[in-house]
């Protein structure tokens, strides 16, 4: 019998996270910045750059399909990487092309950000179906929350470090830490991995057991698209994360317009939000560590109360925008920090746990549906969140109405949410053993491209 993954082999895979983290974070935080400001490019420009790797990872189904097929997921991992890093790089070189022509930085900077979409696509997926079919069901909270852990310390330490190595600012210096932090990220990568799947992987998980396996992307899409759980959860997913990253984006703005905080405050109170996040996410851990309270029911409850705990946040910032004192702006900030974080981390949990529920042979193809619903949920929460203050203000509305009103529209995008969370722990919407175990229904899956 395959022993599960223990916390030295949880934390190797973490170091994946960590790696992902210290390359994205160059990539939407100094680049970005040098672009604007160094360069004095618009800032829609690097805006529509990470917007565009967002909607590469919506190939992240076929990327999963690719691992099902192949029957591992460790080269998948570390190709991702490797072509995150690579993109990396192109990214930080491509800014040089702007000085010879604007057409041609623009061009080598979109295959850039093309290729970090498709290496944190790819690698991304895959290490959370490793985690699944190798960590034991009461570990899967304890895990989840681990591996967000360590890809947040991965932009801790790497903003740290290279801003060091960054003074004084040049483009060489910013190469040379791109290409530093780029290989750091793909050797740590590799060492990580190596051996983990082998020893680890339950073989009733492993893709190689399901004759489905083999048959052609859009037949695995059919199979999962079919399964009205995965379906709902796509859904949950895509409505939770749309809310999450539209606050996000308005969190700061909404407390220096309305409640008069300058650029130091709003940075110290994002701060106080994360604080918050992390105590969500440890207290999932905590409740996903319990032999009473642990397993996918724990997980379920946990996304429920997030999710209702952020749509009664939200409602009361936005009653804020009509008064309040800095204390109870404050606290109310760390408290829907605190409510994110325990939806956010339970919804990873039960990723974990539903991976392998459905047609044998398609949890790369699942774990990919669910992971693109949420880069398509973040890609579209950056863009709308500010569209429709935009749009408000225009409309005559007021800052402080305008503000309250699309809180309250994130509130009612997490209370639909939560009753997507009822809907799958009813079980009212599993299909019946007997359709996925049909003999005619896997082999109409066998369709040979």
Same mark, same amino acid.
């Given at each position: +019998? !395959?022993?599960?993954?223990?916390?030295?082999? %949880?934390?190797? /895979? *973490? @170091?994946?996270? $960590?790696?992902? =983290? #210290?390359?994205?974070?160059? +990539? !939407?935080?100094?680049?970005?910045?040098?672009? %604007?400001?160094? /360069? *004095? @490019?618009?800032? $829609?420009?690097? =805006? #529509?750059?990470?917007?565009?790797?967002?909607?590469?990872?919506?190939?992240?189904?076929?990327?999963?399909? *690719?691992?099902?097929?192949?029957?591992?997921?460790?080269?998948?991992?570390?190709?991702?990487?490797?072509?995150?890093?690579?993109?990396?790089?192109?990214?930080?070189?491509?800014?040089?092309?702007?000085?010879?022509?604007?057409?041609?930085?623009?061009?080598?900077?979109?295959?850039?950000?093309?290729?970090?979409?498709?290496?944190?696509?790819?690698?991304?997926?895959?290490?959370?179906?490793?985690?699944?079919?190798?960590?034991?069901?009461?570990?899967?909270?304890?895990?989840?929350?681990?591996?967000?852990?360590?890809?947040?310390?991965?932009?801790?330490?790497?903003?740290?470090?290279?801003?060091?190595?960054?003074?004084?600012?040049?483009?060489?210096?910013?190469?040379?830490?791109?290409?530093?932090?780029?290989?750091?990220?793909?050797?740590?990568?590799?060492?990580?991995?190596?051996?983990?799947?082998?020893?680890?992987?339950?073989?009733?998980?492993?893709?190689?057991?399901?004759?489905?396996?083999?048959?052609?992307?859009?037949?695995?899409?059919?199979?999962?698209?079919?399964?009205?759980?995965?379906?709902?959860?796509?859904?949950?997913?895509?409505?939770?994360?749309?809310?999450?990253?539209?606050?996000?984006?308005?969190?700061?703005?909404?407390?220096?317009?309305?409640?008069?905080?300058?650029?130091?405050?709003?940075?110290?109170?994002?701060?106080?939000?994360?604080?918050?996040?992390?105590?969500?996410?440890?207290?999932?851990?905590?409740?996903?560590?319990?032999?009473?309270?642990?397993?996918?029911?724990?997980?379920?409850?946990?996304?429920?109360?997030?999710?209702?705990?952020?749509?009664?946040?939200?409602?009361?910032?936005?009653?804020?925008?009509?008064?309040?004192?800095?204390?109870?702006?404050?606290?109310?900030?760390?408290?829907?920090?605190?409510?994110?974080?325990?939806?956010?981390?339970?919804?990873?949990?039960?990723?974990?746990?539903?991976?392998?529920?459905?047609?044998?042979?398609?949890?790369?193809?699942?774990?990919?549906?669910?992971?693109?619903?949420?880069?398509?949920?973040?890609?579209?929460?950056?863009?709308?969140?500010?569209?429709?203050?935009?749009?408000?203000?225009?409309?005559?509305?007021?800052?402080?109405?305008?503000?309250?009103?699309?809180?309250?529209?994130?509130?009612?995008?997490?209370?639909?949410?939560?009753?997507?969370?009822?809907?799958?722990?009813?079980?009212?919407?599993?299909?019946?053993?007997?359709?996925?175990?049909?003999?005619?229904?896997?082999?109409?899956?066998?369709?040979?491209?």
């Amino acid at each position: +019998m !395959t022993k599960p993954l223990g916390w030295l082999g %949880i934390i190797r /895979l *973490g @170091l994946v996270q $960590t790696s992902l =983290g #210290a390359v994205v974070v160059l +990539m !939407t935080s100094t680049i970005n910045r040098v672009m %604007i400001v160094e /360069l *004095g @490019l618009l800032a $829609t420009l690097p =805006g #529509a750059l990470i917007g565009l790797h967002y909607v590469v990872q919506l190939a992240r189904p076929r990327f999963g399909h *690719g691992a099902d097929a192949g029957g591992r997921r460790t080269p998948w991992i570390v190709a991702g990487m490797g072509v995150l890093c690579f993109g990396g790089v192109l990214a930080s070189l491509s800014l040089y092309a702007y000085d010879y022509s604007w057409a041609l930085g623009v061009s080598v900077s979109t295959i850039a950000f093309l290729l970090i979409g498709a290496g944190v696509g790819a690698s991304g997926t895959l290490l959370l179906v490793l985690l699944a079919v190798t960590v034991s069901p009461e570990r899967r909270a304890a895990a989840a929350t681990t591996t967000w852990l360590m890809m947040i310390a991965g932009f801790i330490v790497t903003t740290i470090a290279s801003a060091a190595f960054l003074e004084p600012f040049s483009l060489d210096r910013l190469l040379l830490v791109t290409a530093t932090v780029a290989a750091i990220a793909f050797i740590v990568t590799c060492l990580a991995v190596a051996g983990i799947e082998q020893r680890h992987a339950r073989p009733s998980d492993d893709a190689t057991t399901a004759t489905t396996s083999t048959g052609d992307f859009r037949a695995a899409l059919r199979d999962v698209a079919s399964e009205p759980r995965t379906r709902r959860f796509a859904l949950f997913v895509f409505v939770s994360m749309l809310a999450y990253s539209g606050l996000d984006v308005l969190l700061e703005p909404f407390a220096g317009a309305v409640h008069n905080m300058t650029p130091a405050a709003t940075t110290q109170l994002t701060g106080l939000y994360s604080q918050g996040l992390l105590a969500g996410m440890l207290l999932v851990a905590w409740l996903g560590s319990w032999r009473r309270t642990g397993g996918p029911r724990a997980m379920r409850w946990c996304m429920l109360f997030g999710c209702l705990g952020s749509a009664l946040g939200l409602g009361a910032l936005a009653a804020t925008a009509g008064g309040a004192s800095r204390e109870v702006f404050v606290t109310l900030v760390i408290v829907v920090g605190l409510t994110n974080g325990l939806f956010a981390v339970a919804a990873i949990g039960s990723m974990m746990g539903l991976v392998s529920q459905g047609t044998k042979g398609r949890d790369g193809v699942r774990m990919g549906v669910w992971g693109a619903a949420q880069a398509l949920a973040f890609g579209s929460g950056a863009l709308l969140g500010g569209a429709m203050i935009d749009v408000l203000r225009q409309s005559g509305v007021s800052v402080p109405a305008s503000y309250a009103t699309v809180f309250v529209i994130l509130g009612l995008l997490y209370t639909l949410a939560s009753a997507l969370v009822v809907g799958l722990e009813t079980g009212k919407t599993e299909p019946t053993g007997a359709r996925r175990q049909n003999p005619l229904h896997a082999a109409a899956a066998l369709d040979i491209k």
